[in-house]
């Protein structure tokens, strides 16, 4: 598996990791500085299937696009957030509902202004479900300033599972 060097931090409102909505997958994001990835393991609850049994293809994109993202992070800047301009994705495979899986991201090509990301969803035994690559850019300060941002940022700490 992978190691669990250090946790990230959690939003309180974000719809995957956001601690205070309700509606939100509470996914939790862990560092592997050794094999530069960070990884989540979750499990998507049958409201959000698509056919039965099947997780939606938009809470999957939701998924990588948050854990690809997140690789960013891995050096504990968490100022290092940046904003998907372009999402890939590939769909190989149903991925299944209520049953444990593994989303996986890493830096491709770094960056302080503009990087590529890319990430899987897995199966418990590595199978991968889904995969995307992503292109992202740092946000213009007005952008966070007129967003929120700075009253939301001292909600985004580590929270214990």
Not at 37 to 53: A, C, D, K, T
Not at 90 to 106: F, S
Not at 118 to 141: F, I, M, N, S, Y
Request: hydrophobic share 35%; with cysteine.
């Amino acid at each position: 598996m992978f190691n669990k060097s250090s946790k990230q931090p959690n939003s309180r409102s974000c719809f995957v990791c956001g601690r205070e909505n309700e509606v939100s997958l509470k996914m939790s994001w862990y560092n592997d500085m050794e094999k530069q990835i960070v990884w989540s393991e979750l499990m998507v609850p049958s409201h959000f299937n698509g056919y039965p049994g099947v997780v939606h293809g938009g809470i999957i994109a939701a998924i990588l696009d948050e854990t690809s993202g997140r690789a960013l992070l891995i050096n504990g800047d968490n100022d290092a957030l940046m904003l998907t301009t372009h999402l890939e994705l590939k769909y190989r495979r149903p991925t299944p509902t209520d049953q444990p899986l593994i989303a996986v991201g890493w830096i491709e090509k770094g960056g302080t202004k503009r990087a590529r990301v890319a990430g899987e969803l897995r199966l418990a035994d590595g199978t991968v479900t889904a995969e995307c690559k992503a292109t992202v850019l740092k946000p213009p300060t007005h952008f966070l300033e007129s967003h929120g941002w700075q009253e939301e940022k001292a909600y985004f700490k580590v929270y214990d599972d």
